[in-house]
Nanobody, 120 residues
């Protein structure tokens, strides 16, 4: 079993900041890529940011310069620092991790989602 538990979402005014956290637990041998996705009402889920085990990062163009993804390997936690938030950032944010378990299974695992609402 692998579990992802997110926290840190909420309501914030435009221009404000939030920090999302996601803790990955379970029978984990290693974690390759960790990332954050979001899904706004009526829209498809999109990748927001990702980070590899080596620390390489990738961002969707709309958040570059405003969001920062980072990770701690002990414990297995990924963060998303969101600054200069805009109403269009409003969405449910999901944590994702590509995990290799101790019994050699490769799992693509999702958290339950944490809502972010940015008011204008």
């Amino acid at each position: 079993q692998v579990q992802l538990v997110e926290s840190g979402g909420g309501l914030v005014q435009a221009g404000g900041s939030l920090r999302l956290s996601c803790v990955v637990s379970g029978r984990i041998f290693s974690i390759n890529v960790m990332g954050w996705y979001r899904q706004a009402p009526g829209k498809l889920r999109e990748s927001v940011a990702s980070i590899t085990s080596g620390g390489s990062t990738n961002y969707v163009d709309s958040v570059k310069g405003r969001f920062t993804i980072s990770r701690d390997n002990a414990p297995n936690t990924v963060y998303l620092q969101m600054n200069s938030l805009k109403p269009e950032d409003t969405a449910v944010y999901y944590c994702n991790a590509n995990v290799r378990t101790w019994d050699s299974r490769n799992l693509n695992t999702w958290g339950q989602g944490t809502p972010v609402t940015v008011s204008s």
